[in-house]
């Protein structure tokens, strides 16, 4: 039953905190996928057509190469415009380049391309050199105009990319606010509800300890109130069932002390009748003699103690024990019949009459 | 209430491998680019096979690149395409041994036997069933060309170390005393049978000399365009695949085997239409009667032909 309400008090704290972190998960990992589309994208984008730049470079340098002697062999060259070919493609695929202002740029560099191949191809193999002046002229016009439309399509990709980046940026801080503050409030709300479980527990728990200590000071009037409907409700009953248990017995000590008390009470008012008898006779035959007097007095003075430590017994109210020897416990009568309430006793003042409480084990 | 902490449990867990499951998702690095070898299995000794520029060179590797993937999964090594410049190229290549086999014209296929001692293997037919060529002399329709005396004074294109674009004109001219003198034409040397062409439709050139296949493929996809044929020649092998004196019989036995047989399986067949043939037939030296024919005409003016070396002699009848 409490391990229930505590999973009724956590649960909702646990999902809290799991819907929280799958927010912040899901949130920064759409960032990261859209940091990635930036970088694989748009700077991706920048990066390739830097690159159909520099094929152009390459291919001028592969045939120079050729014309060169340096380079027996066609196949970086061809390698080198095949790559072109691809790069201007991978370019045309991208979701930048679909934008109207710059779709055009890249379709005249794809149109472009096949005629600088015509001319790389011609320029790779022709021996004539008037045909290769010529051939040279068409390649680099062919390179210039492929350069013209390339730089205007490097820039708008940059253009977009920072744009993009600096979107990014915004959504991120909004991001890191956002969380913040979702924190801040899953934080105190996780405050008050472990607060409130600290408080399910605590209370009753305080209660016990209270009532425990009443009853280690011997209060066994002492009720604990726990209404809940869980252990502490159970061991709150169960505390009480103590305390009446433990008073019924105390109750019960206390009329056999009283009983105790009268058969005393009754027999020792005979006896010390008939004592007192007893010394008015002597104390006539004595005549006017003082230390007869006196001694008369005193055995007096014992039987009166007598019968009011027997009448104190018959008003204890409870049993408060203290040491008549180490070891040996004894009833002390002055607490036992005290009331708690007031501090009046009923007992006599032992100093008056030099009366030693009664000894009871 | 057990069987709640169990379910609550297992949601856990579900959802932790989930969690793990989605945060693991990250991009993928571009792949590679990849080698321009097609590797039946990376860790064989690459085999090499060198191509001359006949027309497009783009297209043409493009071409053998597929014939060399197919034949890289036959012979079970890596088979690497090379481009050379020149076919004077080619044959170093192969004397050098820097590449294993060579696609080469018939000019060429006569050199390397002449030279290094390489051999013909086997030669592809196109769908039309052609399996050889001639070459051919040509000028614009509208031109006034109408003979190869004509010629003279005029530029004419040719392409350098082949049959059809230097040896015959050579000889042709050479017969007629217009070979490298005021009264010829002038040569243009240019790279493939296609620029000799596209030259002289574009009225760059005023004659040019080819294969008869490739103008006649220039032809059927340029129907405007009006040639006209001043000479032709005698028929001579198809480009073939060459290998040096030194091949191993059993490479060559597996060669000579993975190109007849391609025809008979799709991914031959496949292959095939890529390259451009429906088949390959076995060729010889002795198949090349009517260029040795050419070299003889030409016989003490081989140096003044601009042609290399001395010129290639005809093997014995019985040689292979």
């Known amino acids: 039953m409490l391990r229930r309400k505590l999973l009724i008090i956590l649960s909702p704290l646990v999902a809290l905190l799991a819907i929280t972190a799958v927010a912040a998960?899901?949130?920064?990992?759409?960032?990261?996928?859209?940091?990635?589309?930036?970088?694989?994208?748009?700077?991706?984008?920048?990066?390739q057509v830097n690159a159909l730049s520099m094929h152009a470079t390459t291919i001028e340098l592969e045939l120079h190469r050729l014309h060169a002697g340096d380079e027996q062999h066609l196949d970086r060259l061809i390698e080198s415009v095949n790559a072109a070919h691809?790069?201007?493609?991978?370019?045309?695929?991208?979701?930048?380049?679909?934008?109207?202002?710059?779709?055009?740029?890249?379709?005249?560099?794809?149109?472009?391309?096949?005629?600088?191949?015509?001319h790389v191809g011609a320029l790779a193999t022709t021996e004539d050199a008037d045909l290769r002046r010529l051939r040279m002229r068409q390649f680099l016009e062919a390179g210039i105009r492929i350069s013209h439309d390339t730089v205007p399509l490097s820039q708008f990709a940059r253009e977009h990319a920072k744009v993009e980046q600096d979107a990014l940026l915004r959504r991120f801080r909004h991001v890191v606010l956002v969380l913040t503050l979702l924190f801040l409030i899953v934080i105190n709300i996780s405050v008050?509800?472990?607060?409130?479980?600290?408080?399910?527990?605590?209370?009753p728990m305080a209660k016990l300890t209270e009532a425990t200590r009443q009853l280690g000071n011997g209060d066994f009037s002492y009720r604990v109130s726990l209404p809940e409907h869980d252990e502490f409700g159970q061991l709150g009953t169960a505390f009480n069932d103590l305390a009446q248990r433990l008073s019924e017995d105390e109750q019960r000590k206390m009329e056999v002390l009283q009983q105790t008390a009268r058969t005393l009470n009754h027999e020792l008012n005979n006896c010390i009748s008939i004592i007192e008898m007893q010394l008015q006779l002597l104390q006539r035959r004595s005549g006017e003699r003082a230390e007869m007097e006196n001694r008369l007095r005193q055995i007096r003075g014992s039987m009166q103690r007598m019968t009011s430590t027997v009448e104190a017994l018959l008003r204890v109210r409870r049993i408060v024990l203290t040491d008549y020897t180490p070891g040996i416990k004894m009833l002390d009568l002055e607490k036992s019949v005290r009331n708690e309430e007031s501090g009046d006793t009923a007992c006599p003042n032992p100093d008056a009459t030099d009366a030693k409480p009664l000894h009871m084990q | 209430?057990?069987?709640?902490?169990?379910?609550?449990?297992?949601?856990?867990?579900?959802?932790?491998?989930?969690?793990?499951?989605?945060?693991?998702?990250?991009?993928?690095?571009?792949?590679?680019?990849?080698?321009?070898?097609?590797?039946?299995?990376?860790?064989?000794?690459?085999?090499?096979i060198a191509i001359v520029p006949e027309r497009d060179i783009f297209a043409q590797r493009e071409r053998y690149q597929a014939l060399g993937e197919y034949l890289a999964d036959e012979i079970d090594r890596p088979v690497e395409i090379l481009t050379a410049v020149s076919y004077a190229q080619v044959i170093e290549d192969l004397a050098s041994r820097r590449v294993e086999?060579?696609?080469?014209?018939?000019?060429?296929?006569?050199?390397?036997?002449?030279?290094?001692?390489?051999?013909?293997?086997?030669?592809?037919?196109?769908?039309?069933?052609?399996?050889?060529?001639?070459s051919v002399i040509f000028v614009p329709e509208a031109s006034a060309i109408t003979g190869m005396e004509q010629l003279a004074g005029h530029?004419?294109?040719?392409?350098?170390?082949?049959?059809?674009?230097?040896?015959?004109?050579?000889?042709?001219?050479?017969?007629?005393r217009m070979w490298n003198t005021p009264q010829g034409p002038q040569p243009a040397w240019v790279g493939t049978h296609d620029e000799v062409i596209s030259d002289v439709a574009a009225g760059r050139v005023d004659a040019g000399a080819v294969k008869n296949l490739?103008?006649?493929?220039?032809?059927?996809?340029?129907?405007?365009?009006?040639?006209?044929?001043?000479?032709?020649?005698?028929?001579?092998?198809?480009?073939?695949?060459?290998?040096?004196?030194?091949?191993?019989?059993?490479?060559?036995?597996?060669?000579?085997?993975?190109?007849?047989?391609?025809?008979?399986?799709?991914?031959?067949?496949?292959?095939?239409?890529?390259?451009?043939?429906?088949?390959?037939?076995?060729?010889?030296?002795?198949?090349?009667?009517?260029?040795?024919?050419?070299?003889?005409?030409?016989?003490?003016?081989?140096?003044?032909?601009?042609?290399?070396?001395?010129?290639?002699?005809?093997?014995?009848?019985?040689?292979?």
């Open chain 1, 25 to 47: 998960v899901w949130s920064l990992q759409k960032l990261l996928t859209d940091l990635d589309h930036v970088n694989t994208h748009a700077w991706h984008l920048v990066e």
């Open chain 2, 101 to 134: 086999a060579a696609f080469l014209g018939s000019l060429a296929t006569v050199l390397a036997s002449d030279r290094v001692g390489a051999f013909p293997v086997a030669r592809p037919v196109y769908p039309d069933g052609h399996d050889r060529y001639c």
């Open chain 2, 1 to 48: 209430m057990r069987l709640a902490r169990v379910f609550l449990y297992g949601c856990l867990i579900v959802l932790t491998l989930a969690l793990l499951f989605w945060l693991a998702r990250s991009p993928r690095a571009p792949d590679p680019v990849a080698p321009m070898i097609a590797s039946a299995a990376v860790d064989q000794p690459v085999f090499r």
């Open chain 1, 192 to 203: 008050i509800i472990l607060m409130r479980m600290a408080g399910v527990i605590l209370r």
């Open chain 2, 155 to 176: 530029r004419l294109a040719m392409v350098r170390t082949t049959f059809a674009g230097h040896l015959f004109p050579a000889a042709a001219l050479l017969k007629l």
């Open chain 1, 86 to 118: 691809a790069r201007a493609q991978q370019i045309g695929e991208n979701y930048v380049l679909r934008d109207p202002q710059v779709a055009s740029l890249l379709a005249s560099v794809q149109q472009r391309l096949p005629e600088l191949q015509l």
């Open chain 2, 214 to 320: 490739r103008l006649e493929a220039f032809q059927r996809e340029h129907p405007e365009v009006k040639l006209r044929r001043l000479l032709s020649s005698e028929l001579v092998p198809e480009n073939s695949l060459v290998l040096p004196a030194a091949t191993a019989p059993d490479r060559v036995a597996a060669l000579r085997q993975a190109l007849m047989s391609m025809h008979e399986d799709d991914a031959g067949r496949r292959v095939l239409g890529q390259f451009g043939a429906v088949r390959f037939i076995p060729c010889a030296i002795k198949d090349y009667s009517a260029l040795y024919d050419v070299v003889e005409q030409i016989g003490a003016d081989w140096p003044n032909a601009q042609l290399p070396g001395t010129p290639p002699v005809r093997p014995a009848a019985n040689a292979p």
